[in-house]
């Protein structure tokens, strides 16, 4: 028998909760801070979309749907052609069409092998600022300040009892986005990260009938809260551009993922 099971993309935050980490040695409630030689780089924040992260229960689903290369099984009277009682045809095909025998559900049906689910998209956002270096009276430094670069990150996850075992430990990846010099207060930007269902789904196969059967693939093992608890730490690697320094931007999520029914479509 043959199902595939869905699960979504674990990257999305029904709540997150951000907390000092290493880094650079400096923290703030959004993670890590890197001191350049003109200003100050950490997080402002992340923002999810949506804000509770479904497990789709994936669906196996398969609907009436005939070979057509095949044409009739039953053929009792072995003369090669459903002429008699009892015979049946694949689809719509004159009575006389030449039978290709066997199993009517292995003649007949149509092999559905690949049901994915519906893909389903999180965005999750990476708010970060950019501050002016003070000195130890409080004012900025009398010199230019400099944009910062955002060159990439890689991430670690970490899972509760319950999480499907599949998930990935880890994820990295190259980015090109410019946080502007400060002029003023401070400057922004933001990186969206988008995960798809799609790499998550796990094959194990479909059952190859010609009537449309629905069954739950997530089965929780004994004891699960219903709630799979995600722990992550994103670190960015960050370049203030005049200088050419890079250093280490921490920012540590937490986030849940809970079970929902969805549909696979064959």
Do not use: H
């Not at 559900?105 to 990476?126: K, M």
């Amino acid at each position: 028998m043959k199902k595939w099971v869905i699960y979504s993309s674990l990257f999305g935050m029904a709540g997150f909760g951000l907390f000092g980490c290493g880094g650079s040695g400096l923290s703030d409630a959004g993670g890590s801070l890197a001191e350049f030689s003109t200003v100050v780089f950490s997080s402002a924040g992340v923002d999810v979309s949506p804000g509770i992260v479904p497990i789709v229960n994936a669906q196996t689903q398969q609907i009436y749907d005939f070979n057509p290369l095949k044409a009739c099984v039953g053929d009792t009277n072995n003369n090669g052609r459903c002429d008699e009682p009892g015979c049946q045809t694949c689809a719509d095909v004159p009575a006389g069409t030449p039978c290709d025998g066997g199993n009517f559900r292995d003649v007949c049906c149509a092999q559905v092998n690949t049901c994915i689910g519906t893909p389903t998209e999180w965005t999750i956002t990476f708010n970060f600022r950019s501050i002016p270096l003070f000195d130890a009276s409080g004012k900025p430094l009398p010199r230019p300040t400099s944009p910062v670069i955002i060159q990439g990150y890689t991430a670690i996850f970490s899972y509760s009892f319950g999480c499907p075992p599949f998930l990935p430990t880890s994820d990295a990846k190259t980015v090109y986005t410019v946080v502007p010099a400060p002029s003023d207060g401070e400057s922004t930007a933001s990186v969206s990260l988008t995960y798809n269902t799609r790499p998550f789904a796990l094959a194990i196969g479909i059952s190859n009938v010609c009537i449309t059967t629905t069954t739950t693939s997530f089965i929780p093992p004994p004891g699960f809260s219903g709630v799979c608890n995600v722990n992550a730490v994103y670190n960015w690697t960050v370049m203030e551009q005049y200088s050419g320094k890079v250093k280490t931007v921490s920012v540590p999520v937490s986030f849940q993922i809970v079970p929902l029914s969805g549909t696979c479509v064959p």
